[in-house]
């Protein structure tokens, strides 16, 4: 089981990217998805969280300018970062609450990582 995440990379100040993050695994449940990330030198700061059905938060610093959404059939989840700034720039990471069942056939709960995406905005 894991989560792969994509879609980073530099833009201009104003300009627009969708990152995604996709989880594989057999017998997989995904429940809440949250994008997190991480500015060199400064911790690492959630920056929105949907649930299974649906329901979404933002970071403040965000509301209005990013969109997460999620596909539940594709096990897929997005960020739409619009309107990016230069403290926009960070390692994003996604991580999923998931279910999954091991060689016993035991239903085993776990929080998956992602590897991380670079976004980088200049100005």
């Known amino acids: 089981v894991q989560l792969q995440a994509s879609g980073g990379g530099s833009v201009q100040a104003g300009g627009s990217l969708r990152l995604s993050c996709v989880a594989s695994?057999?017998?997989?449940?995904?429940?809440?998805m949250e994008w997190y990330r991480q500015a060199p030198g400064k911790q690492r700061e959630l920056v929105a969280r949907?649930?299974?059905?649906?329901?979404?938060n933002y970071a403040d610093s965000v509301k209005g300018r990013f969109t997460i959404s999620r596909d539940n059939a594709k096990k897929t989840m997005y960020l739409q970062m619009n309107s990016l700034k230069p403290e926009d720039t960070a390692v994003y990471y996604c991580?999923?609450?998931?279910?999954?069942?091991?060689?016993?056939?035991?239903?085993?709960?776990?929080?998956?990582w992602g590897q991380g995406t670079l976004v980088t905005v200049s100005s």
């Open positions: 695994g057999r017998r997989l449940t995904i429940r809440d």
């Open positions: 991580n999923a609450d998931s279910i999954y069942y091991n060689d016993y056939d035991e239903p085993i709960a776990h929080l998956l």
């Open positions: 949907i649930t299974s059905g649906g329901t979404t």
